[in-house]
C-alpha cells in the first residue's frame, strides 16, 4: 500500500489579478453615495409630494377649493411678511409647550409610582382605563366652565391628551425591562427612583420616545381644534383661529398656508429635535440602526 503523500496548504492565497471586486470592496457611485444620506432622500420625498399638488391644483384650476402649492407658498411668505402668521404661530408654540411639558412630568410621576408599588400599578391602569378614551376635545366645555375663557382651557385640554399616551408607552417600556436587569439594580442597592433613573428609563427609552412623539402630535391636534372652538369664543387664539379666520373669508390659500405652517414645525422637530435625540441615544447604544 502506497503511502498518502500530505497535501501542503500555500501559506498565502494570491487572487488572480483580473478577478472582479465583490459589492463590499467596490467604491460607491456618485448616486449610491446620495442615496444613503437620509436628508437627500428624505428631501426627494418632499419635493415629489410637492410637485403632484402643484400638479393637481393647476389641473383643478380652482384656487378657493384647491390652491396650488405655489400659491399656498405664496399666501405662506405673505403672512410671514406681514408678522401676522408668526405671531399666530408663536402664541401655538408657547401654549403647546406648556401643555406639553406639564403633560410630561405627570406621566412621569405616575409610571414612576406605577413600577414602584402594586398599588400604584393598580391606580394607573384603572385611571388610563378610564380616561384614555376620552377625546381631549371633548373636554373643553367642562374646562372653559373651570377655567374660564383663558389659555388655560386650552392647556387643560392639551395635558390631558399628551399624558396618557405618555404614560402608556413609557409604563410598557419599563414593563418590557429584563428581570436581569432589574437585578442588578437591585444588586447595586438602588431602589425606586433610583432604579427608575439609573435602569429603567434608559432599558425603556426606545418606547419613551415613542410616547414623546405620539404626545407631541396629539398636542398638535388637539391644540388646533380647541383653538378654532377657542377662537370663536374669545376673538383671539393661535394657527387654529387663523385657520378658522381665513376660512370665513373664503382665504383658502391662507387656510393652507397656516396648515402648511404646521407640517413645518412637525418636520423640524421630527429632524432637528428628535433625531438628534436618537442619534445621542438610540443609535449611540446600540439599540437601533
Known amino acids: 500500500m502506497k503511502p498518502v503523500t500530505p497535501v501542503v496548504r500555500p501559506e498565502i492565497l494570491l487572487a488572480p489579478a483580473h478577478a472582479e471586486l465583490s459589492s463590499v470592496q ?15 432622500r428624505k428631501t426627494v420625498i418632499l419635493l415629489v409630494l410637492a410637485l403632484i399638488w402643484e400638479v393637481y391644483g393647476r389641473w383643478l384650476d380652482n ?31 408657547k401654549t403647546l409647550l406648556v401643555g406639553y411639558g406639564i403633560g410630561i412630568a405627570l406621566a412621569a410621576t405616575l409610571t414612576t409610582i406605577a413600577i414602584s408599588s402594586r398599588l400604584g400599578n393598580d391606580f394607573l391602569e384603572t385611571l388610563t382605563s378610564m380616561f384614555n378614551p376620552l377625546p381631549a376635545i371633548a373636554l373643553l366645555p367642562l374646562a372653559l366652565i373651570w377655567f374660564g375663557l383663558g ?30 436587569l432589574r437585578m442588578v439594580g437591585q444588586n447595586y442597592g438602588l431602589k425606586r427612583f433610583a432604579l427608575v433613573r439609573s435602569i429603567l428609563i434608559p432599558a425603556a427609552f426606545p418606547s ?23 377662537g370663536v369664543l374669545s376673538g383671539s ?7 378658522f379666520e381665513n ?43
Open 247 to 289: 376660512r370665513n373669508r373664503l382665504e383658502t390659500a391662507n387656510v393652507f398656508s397656516g396648515l402648511f405652517f404646521v407640517i413645518m414645525i412637525g418636520l423640524l422637530v421630527e429632524n432637528l429635535l428628535f433625531a438628534n435625540i436618537e442619534k445621542r441615544t438610540l443609535q449611540r447604544w446600540g439599540m437601533q440602526q
Open 208 to 230: 419613551i420616545l415613542t410616547g414623546l412623539k405620539v404626545g407631541w402630535a396629539f398636542a398638535w391636534r388637539t391644540l388646533l381644534a380647541a383653538e378654532l372652538m377657542f
Open 63 to 93: 384656487p378657493l377649493l384647491f390652491p396650488s402649492f405655489s400659491e399656498t407658498v405664496s399666501a405662506f411668505l405673505s403672512g410671514v411678511g406681514s408678522g401676522v402668521l408668526l405671531e399666530r404661530a408663536g402664541v401655538s408654540l
Open 237 to 243: 387664539g393661535g394657527l387654529g383661529w387663523y385657520i
Open 26 to 40: 467596490r467604491p460607491l457611485s456618485p448616486l449610491e453615495s446620495l442615496y444613503r444620506l437620509g436628508w437627500i
Open 151 to 180: 389659555t388655560g382651557s386650552v392647556i387643560f385640554v392639551l395635558v390631558h391628551s399628551v399624558l396618557w399616551a405618555v404614560a402608556l408607552n413609557t409604563y410598557s417600556g419599563f414593563r418590557a425591562v429584563s428581570v436581569t
